[in-house]
């Protein structure tokens, strides 16, 4: 069995993470929103 790995964050490291996730998740939105809509067929 492998061993886990964990990481503790402060409270405002974590929130920047959160903050980060929801940015990248926003764009990566975008990016196929984009790519459906800019398609040429």
């Not at 996730?21 to 984009?34: G, W």
């Amino acid at each position: 069995m492998s061993k886990k790995t964990y990481i503790h964050l402060e409270d405002s490291e974590a929130a920047v993470l959160q903050v980060a996730s929801r940015i990248y998740a926003a764009y990566l939105t975008i990016m196929e929103l984009t790519a459906r809509t800019n398609h040429t067929s």
